[in-house]
């Protein structure tokens, strides 16, 4: 019996992806809803994953091919700072990406960000979309939820913005996403790297940013 013509094509993914750097450190935000086509197959997943002391990925994609690369480049990172004696540097770990992405571009679909904090450079951002470009930027997104927030990163963004600031604004923009965005939702996870060490942070959906348009009559939820 011969397979229907839908078997055959790949499951659609959505994500939303944010990374910001300010004076001092990084902030990095994404959403835990995986999808296949229009099914919900993880409303708690972890899209941010670290690969050094410093250095995190953000994961946007195939979960299977981001998945994989991470593991990939975390043991190439071990090994690399066994060698230095300390941490790489988060240039390096995102080159790692970079070059495990390009040498695989015809495989992988996978749109990720490498963010994190060395005293070398500071707080960086690295875009690293499908294909294996490798850009550093004060500030990227990336994923299905993206497509809403360049312009509002765009304006709202600055460069001596303080830790609070960037940590409300990488929150505001999932927000955003995971109200227009149908494959982006579940709870937003934020993660803060600084010369301080690295926080995580859950913020549940109910505990989210509300836009105007999202209330009905007397602020109820619509």
Not at 48 to 59: G, I, K, Q, S, V
Not at 121 to 148: H, K, M
Request: net charge negative; with cysteine; hydrophobic share 40%.
């Amino acid at each position: 019996m011969a397979q229907p013509s839908w078997s055959h094509t790949p499951p659609d993914t959505g994500t939303t992806i944010v990374a910001c750097a300010y004076p001092g450190g990084v902030v990095l935000g994404a959403d835990s809803r995986v999808s296949t086509g229009t099914y919900v197959s993880n409303r708690a997943s972890d899209k941010l994953t670290p690969l050094a002391e410093t250095a995190w990925l953000l994961r946007s994609g195939s979960a299977a091919d981001t998945q994989l690369v991470a593991d990939y480049v975390r043991y190439f990172a071990q090994q690399h700072s066994l060698e230095l004696g300390q941490a790489p540097d988060v240039s390096t770990v995102a080159r790692l990406v970079q070059t495990m992405n390009y040498n695989n571009k015809q495989m992988l679909v996978g749109a990720m960000i490498v963010a994190g904090y060395d005293k070398k450079a500071g707080g960086q951002v690295y875009g690293c979309p499908i294909g294996g470009t490798l850009v550093r930027e004060n500030w990227t997104t990336d994923g299905s939820g993206s497509t809403f927030l360049w312009g509002f990163l765009d304006s709202a963004y600055r460069e001596d913005m303080t830790r609070e600031e960037t940590e409300e604004l990488v929150t505001n923009a999932l927000a955003l996403a995971m109200a227009r965005d149908g494959s982006s939702g579940g709870v937003a996870r934020l993660v803060t790297i600084s010369a301080a060490g690295t926080t995580r942070r859950m913020i549940k959906e109910d505990a989210l940013p509300v836009g105007w348009d999202e209330l009905g009559p007397a602020g109820v939820i619509v």
